[in-house]
């Protein structure tokens, strides 16, 4: 099996690329919301890693279409199912540009205008954005997205596709052993499912730099005693998890085995607590 190599990332200077993307990533999160029936846990309104970077993959609506941000090209590509293309670079513009370039093309090809309404428009430009590190940030959620699909190859339960969240930009998967919380209402999954959620992110307010993180809902009261890897430690602030910064795991002989280390700890505390009826 290939070695998974995860790049070096610099967590000073990704943040601008890393915000731009994200509001990239929102124009086409937009779109899935306003096109697709809706799916339990949001799944129809997250993105999926491609070969390029990240894509709606394809989108049945008024028009067929699929949107990718393709991060090692510069560009945001849409394809119909009748062959047009739209090939519009990414240099750094607004939300609100690129918005407008993908609605102006969908619409000629008969999109509805409403839909098309519905979708981000945000003017903010964040300077310093840069093609060199969209690519490099696109080897790092390749190296993330193949690590978890080695992880979720070997859980018998349901998962989530592995895919990426617009409104955090975090690429992560969903553990659902099948249980349900007591006492919430079985028809709203997203408070009566139990869960555990494996995901990496470039940064945020919380953290504001690449880091992996599980959390479990509700989370078992055994999880902050157990016994973590050096490099991983236990975060109740802003949210309660495990979490390994991106730089410590960079550190490690190989990354790839000390996460499904980490993860399979993890998930086998999960299951023992979940399944067994207890939290």
Request: proline share 6%; hydrophobic share 40%; charged share 20%.
């Amino acid at each position: 099996m290939t070695t998974v190599q995860f790049p070096e990332l610099d967590a000073n200077a990704i943040v601008a690329t890393r915000d731009t993307l994200h509001g990239y990533s929102r124009i086409l999160g937009d779109w899935l919301k306003a096109c697709r029936p809706r799916r339990k846990h949001w799944w129809h309104a997250s993105l999926r890693p491609s070969l390029a970077g990240l894509t709606t993959g394809v989108v049945n609506a008024d028009v067929r279409f699929e949107l990718e941000l393709d991060l090692r090209d510069g560009l945001l590509a849409g394809r119909l199912a009748g062959g047009d293309e739209l090939r519009e670079p990414l240099v750094g513009q607004s939300s609100a540009a690129l918005a407008a370039a993908v609605a102006d093309f969908l619409v000629a090809a008969g999109m509805s205008d409403d839909l098309a309404a519905t979708v981000s428009d945000s003017d903010k430009v964040t300077p310093g954005y840069s093609a060199e590190l969209a690519t490099l940030m696109a080897d790092a959620l390749a190296a993330v997205s193949s690590t978890l699909a080695r992880f979720r190859a070997g859980i018998a339960e349901e998962t989530s596709p592995i895919q990426l969240w617009p409104h955090h930009f975090d690429l992560s998967m969903l553990w659902l052993p099948g249980t349900k919380i007591p006492g919430q209402n079985p028809d709203d999954e997203e408070h009566s499912d139990q869960q555990m959620n494996f995901g990496f992110t470039f940064g945020d307010d919380g953290i504001p730099e690449p880091y992996f993180y599980v959390t479990a809902y509700p989370l078992p009261d055994n999880f902050p005693d157990l016994a973590l890897p050096p490099g991983a430690h236990w975060k109740s602030e802003g949210f309660s998890g495990a979490v390994v910064r991106y730089h410590d795991l960079s550190a490690t002989a190989d990354p790839e085995d000390y996460l499904l280390g980490l993860w399979d700890v993890l998930l086998a505390a999960g299951r023992e607590r979940m399944l067994s009826g207890s939290d």
